[in-house]
Structures are given as structure tokens and as C-alpha cells.
């Protein structure tokens, strides 16, 4: 059940309305890594998970979007504003002033109509913990670009609260995901076959212009087994 209360979850105040900063915080209104994205990415997670306390962690966070895309869209709708008050700013912006008269619609910061397909449902719930943690480490990149575009005081507080938020959602789904019954590798039912899994295939080789053969924990730990150059080798698909 939703119940819409008439505040926002932060205070948002604008000194001064810049139409093109506007325009590139839609991103985070209809974007990819926006906020209704999370929204709907979450909760509908959660409609489908049958693990009560995490089906609990997703739709408190679904919500919780829902609250930032307020707080986004009322932000967006500040900066916006000169759009719905001067011709001159509606004719460098059509498609804002024109199609949705000056105001937030679900669009990215190009105009991209928002889609489902930014969404990610897979009905396995380690899967879905994944998912949720990389999206909020896109949120959280780009609230951080878009604070590089502006310098009005009551715009930032704003942006840094919604992208503190991302951090503390990730470092929740990520305890959600720890504390599963399951490896960090264990993914579904079935196990993978060790034969197959220990293998390293050092498939892009040689040192040059373009790079250097490396090594890191991925390569060299104890469970792994570098083959090198495995195109040359004997090895084929049959
Ligand atoms: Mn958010
Ligand atoms: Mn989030």
C-alpha cells in the first residue's frame, strides 16, 4: 500500500535557475541510473522475492526512491523554470518547453524516453542483490558528476543528500547479499564444474603500446590456473 505525504524527504532550495543544469538532472529523474529506475527495479524485486527480511530491505528502499525522485523532480523543476517564464530560454529547449511545458517528464537528459529495459528483475535473489549494487554505484557516479556542473548552494546539499543515500543503500544491499546462506560464488542451484572454473585463460597477450600482460589476485591466487595463450594452444571447441 502507498500513501503519499505531502513533504519532501530533503528541503530542496535553488539560488539561481539554470535551464541547461535543469535539463542534465533529468538524468537522474528518467535516466538510466535515475531514480524511477531504482524505484521500480526494487520494488518489483521485492513483489517477486519470498525471503521475507530481504522482500523487507527491497521494498523499504523501493520506496525510498520513489521519495528521492520527488526530490529530484522538484529540483529539476526549479532549475527548469525559466522555461515556463521566457520565451527566450523556451526556444533553446524545445522539446522541454514544448512537449511537457517546461516541466519534469520521464525522459533522460537527452530526451530518451525512460524504458523498462533500465530495469533489472531476474527472480533469484543474489542476482537481484548484484544488480541493485551496481545500479546504486551508477547513481552514485553520476549525482557526483552532476555536482561538478553547478555551484548553487541549495542544489549541491540536495544532490549530496540523494547520492549519500546511494552509498547507504549500497552498503545495504551488499550486507543483504553477505549475510545469504551462500558463497560469493554461488550463484542458483547448480554448481559449476571446479575443471572449468579454475582456469585463467590469458587471452589478450604481448607488451605494447596498448597495454601489458598483468597479474593481480585474479591471475596469480592459489585457486586459479593461468593457460596461456589458449587460441594457440591445442585447445578447440568440438
Ligand atoms: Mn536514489
Ligand atoms: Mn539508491
Not at 555536482?147 to 551488499?174: C, Q, W
Request: hydrophobic share 40%.
Amino acid at each position: 500500500m502507498y500513501h503519499h505525504v505531502k513533504k519532501l524527504m530533503f528541503e530542496v532550495n535553488v539560488g539561481e535557475a539554470d535551464p541547461r543544469f535543469g535539463k542534465m538532472l533529468l538524468e537522474q529523474f528518467g535516466g538510466e541510473n535515475g531514480e524511477l529506475a531504482a524505484a521500480m527495479q526494487y520494488s518489483v524485486q521485492g513483489m517477486n522475492c519470498e525471503d521475507p527480511a530481504r522482500r523487507d530491505l527491497l521494498m523499504d528502499i523501493g520506496t525510498e526512491e520513489l521519495s528521492h525522485l520527488e526530490v529530484i523532480g522538484a529540483l529539476a523543476r526549479m532549475h527548469l523554470k525559466p522555461l515556463r517564464e521566457s520565451d527566450e530560454a523556451a526556444m533553446a529547449d524545445p522539446l522541454i518547453a514544448l512537449v511537457g511545458g517546461g516541466g519534469v517528464g520521464l525522459h533522460n537528459s537527452q530526451g530518451a524516453a525512460w524504458t523498462a529495459d533500465y530495469v533489472s528483475v531476474s527472480g533469484q535473489l543474489e542476482v537481484d542483490l548484484r544488480n541493485n549494487m551496481a545500479a546504486e554505484a551508477g547513481a552514485k557516479i553520476v549525482y557526483e558528476r552532476l555536482l561538478k556542473y553547478t555551484d548553487d548552494a541549495g542544489s549541491r546539499d540536495a544532490l549530496k543528500f540523494l547520492m549519500a543515500r546511494e552509498i547507504a543503500h549500497l552498503k545495504a544491499f551488499g550486507r543483504a547479499l553477505e549475510s545469504m546462506d551462500k558463497g560469493p560464488l554461488e550463484i542458483g542451484d547448480l554448481p559449476a564444474d571446479e575443471e572449468y572454473v579454475t582456469p585463467y585463460y590469458n587471452d589478450s597477450t604481448g607488451d605494447g603500446d596498448a597495454g601489458q600482460d598483468s597479474e593481480g589476485p585474479w591471475n596469480t591466487a592459489d585457486d586459479v590456473e593461468v593457460v596461456e595463450n589458449p587460441a594457440f594452444s591445442g585447445m578447440a571447441v568440438s
